[in-house]
């Protein structure tokens, strides 16, 4: 009984800790929108902050679009060529990088690529007191430092994303044509049957949300870490692991919306 107890405790206190951290989020994100409302950062901070999560990221969305439009080529050409209904593949492809994988894994690798260098970044400066340093010479750290992040990753997410759906739909049915034999013309002519541009708008508006709540966690965890270099790793490894998990549960919660509207 007392192992029981302990246990539920223990579970009790990290369901509590986790509630605690959405609320200061969420704070941090009333304050981000505080300052937004009295005028933008500096242009030279937002063009270094949309090159490094813009630009820099593109190699590793695109190889992640392109490989995931493959892999699902390879899974469902099979079996939908054993029902007869190989031109089904391109739909299928489509609706699926639009809707649910393309947002997804382009949100996962931003948070692993990006939002672990969020959370370091700030990290660092904030055992090394610069962060203290900002407030004794008067400038608020919220909008210094994370208003750039926080917009440049909100709005370079969806780009990110739409060029991760392009390029999967594209190799996946290129792969299907000139790799597994299918005819272009049907295939074609299916997807563009199929596919509405609520598909593009349903997976844009998740990446909207995915980067915008992974540029708050990170910068959350990262301003707030303390204890040295360790400090650094363990608020570096906590941004990471719930920014991937709130990507999850949100992808969950705006499709149960979404599809409402569909």
């Known amino acids: 009984m007392n192992f029981i107890s302990s246990y539920a ?39 270094q902050q949309m090159h490094f999560i813009g630009v820099e990221s593109l190699p590793v969305v695109l190889t992640t679009g392109a490989f995931t439009g493959a892999v699902l080529v390879y899974a469902l050409y099979p079996e939908l060529s054993r029902l007869g209904v190989r031109s089904w593949v391109g739909p299928l492809i489509a609706k699926s990088l639009t809707q649910q994988l393309g947002p997804t894994l382009s949100g996962l690798m931003l948070a692993g690529r990006v939002g672990c260098s969020m959370a370091a970044e700030l990290g660092y400066m904030s055992v090394s007191e610069q962060i203290d340093a900002l407030k004794t010479m008067g400038t608020n750290p919220v909008r210094y430092l994370v208003l750039p ?24 049915l290129i792969l299907a044509v000139w790799g597994l034999g299918a005819e272009w013309h049907y295939i074609w002519e299916m997807t563009c049957s199929f596919m509405e541009p609520f598909d593009f708008f349903r997976g844009l508006l998740k990446a909207f949300f995915f980067g915008l709540t992974t540029s708050l966690i990170c910068c959350y965890k990262g301003m707030n870490a303390t204890g040295g270099a360790e400090g650094v790793g363990k608020a570096t490894t906590d941004s990471n692991v719930a920014s991937c998990i709130t990507i999850l549960m949100l992808n969950l919660f705006l499709t149960m919306i979404l599809v409402q509207f569909a």
């Not at 986790?18 to 933008?40: A, P």
């Open 149 to 172: 992040r926080v917009i440049c990753g909100t709005l370079m997410t969806p780009f990110l994303t739409a060029f991760a759906m392009f390029i999967g739909i594209s190799a996946g």
């Open 9 to 47: 405790g223990h579970i009790g206190s990290n369901i509590l800790i986790g509630f605690s951290g959405v609320g200061r989020v969420i704070i941090l994100f009333l304050e981000v929108m505080k300052w937004l409302g009295r005028g933008l950062p500096s242009r030279k901070s937002l063009v």
